[in-house]
């Protein structure tokens, strides 16, 4: 990835949430400029990406961003990231934990609803609560065609790794498979601000009833997430094409 001269302003933004999924983006553009806000670091590079116009390739800025991990750093740098480069297409690539019995490792989850799940309301209806952090992501605007085989679902995300004992509920509840830290915070920002969002997250580990297999053995998660963000990262130009972005 290279800027040529027909470059434009960053319209696409890919926003990266956890630490340890940040540092293996970081492997993947060893030669960028590195810059910094108030979130960690972001650096742009560049994508030549065919948009079929009989030009040729064209030099597409992203914008790299590492929002960081949590509601809190997800919402916030959502919203800053927005604010700061009206995208037309903000991506998030990243991981998240697998129900055992329901998904496999290794599977792509495109999330087309995310549910914020630890809310504890005790005073008023709990329902309500969660119905107001819950939140349909359009997808309409994207082909059909993917670069990648992916699991069209819903994530349910919380301030917490998944818990054993939460499983059987959030199956019940919500119907989910997988569920992280972010989703849900990204997803309600970016939907208030109408921006159009793509969240892909590929499942590192698995979760059940007994445990998780990456609790206290994270090389399960290190290794995997390796694996996930190099595919996602590598399949990007194709989602760009296939966004009607440009």
Same mark, same amino acid.
């Given at each position: 990835?290279?800027?040529?001269?027909?470059?434009?302003?960053?319209?696409?933004?890919?926003?990266?949430?956890?630490?340890?999924? &940040? /540092?293996?983006?970081?492997?993947?553009?060893?030669?960028?400029?590195?810059?910094?806000?108030?979130?960690?670091?972001?650096?742009?590079?560049?994508?030549?990406?065919?948009?079929?116009?009989? #030009?040729?390739?064209?030099?597409?800025?992203?914008?790299?961003?590492?929002?960081?991990?949590?509601?809190?750093?997800?919402?916030?740098?959502?919203?800053?990231?927005?604010?700061?480069?009206?995208?037309?297409?903000?991506?998030?690539?990243?991981?998240?934990?697998?129900?055992?019995?329901?998904?496999?490792?290794?599977?792509?989850?495109?999330?087309?609803?995310?549910?914020?799940?630890?809310?504890?309301?005790?005073?008023?209806?709990?329902?309500?609560?969660?119905?107001?952090?819950?939140?349909?992501?359009?997808?309409?605007?994207?082909?059909?065609?993917?670069?990648?085989?992916?699991?069209?679902?819903?994530?349910?995300?919380?301030?917490?790794?998944?818990?054993?004992?939460?499983?059987?509920?959030?199956? #019940?509840?919500? /119907?989910? !498979?997988?569920?992280? &830290?972010?989703?849900?915070?990204?997803?309600?920002?970016?939907?208030?601000?109408?921006?159009?969002?793509?969240?892909?997250?590929?499942?590192?580990?698995? !979760?059940?009833?007994?445990?998780?297999?990456?609790?206290?053995?994270?090389? !399960?998660?290190?290794?995997?997430?390796?694996?996930?963000?190099?595919?996602?990262?590598?399949?990007?130009? /194709?989602?760009?094409?296939? #966004?009607?972005?440009?």
């Amino acid at each position: 990835m290279k800027k040529s001269n027909n470059s434009t302003e960053p319209k696409i933004v890919i926003l990266i949430s956890a630490n340890i999924e &940040w /540092r293996e983006v970081r492997k993947l553009f060893p030669d960028v400029e590195i810059e910094t806000s108030p979130f960690g670091e972001w650096f742009l590079t560049y994508t030549n990406i065919d948009l079929g116009d009989h #030009s040729g390739p064209s030099s597409i800025p992203l914008v790299f961003f590492h929002g960081g991990w949590g509601k809190i750093s997800a919402a916030a740098s959502t919203q800053y990231v927005i604010d700061k480069y009206s995208p037309d297409l903000l991506i998030n690539l990243g991981t998240c934990g697998g129900f055992e019995g329901e998904i496999e490792t290794g599977t792509i989850i495109m999330a087309e609803k995310t549910v914020v799940y630890d809310i504890i309301e005790q005073m008023y209806d709990y329902d309500d609560h969660i119905s107001h952090y819950t939140t349909n992501i359009d997808l309409s605007w994207l082909e059909s065609d993917y670069p990648l085989e992916v699991y069209r679902t819903l994530i349910v995300s919380g301030d917490k790794d998944l818990a054993a004992e939460d499983i059987k509920n959030l199956k #019940s509840k919500y /119907r989910a !498979v997988a569920g992280d &830290w972010e989703s849900g915070a990204i997803a309600h920002t970016a939907v208030l601000n109408k921006t159009r969002l793509l969240i892909l997250r590929g499942v590192s580990d698995l !979760v059940g009833e007994n445990g998780g297999e990456a609790y206290g053995n994270a090389k !399960v998660f290190e290794e995997n997430t390796s694996n996930i963000l190099g595919k996602l990262v590598e399949s990007l130009p /194709r989602w760009i094409m296939i #966004s009607n972005v440009f």
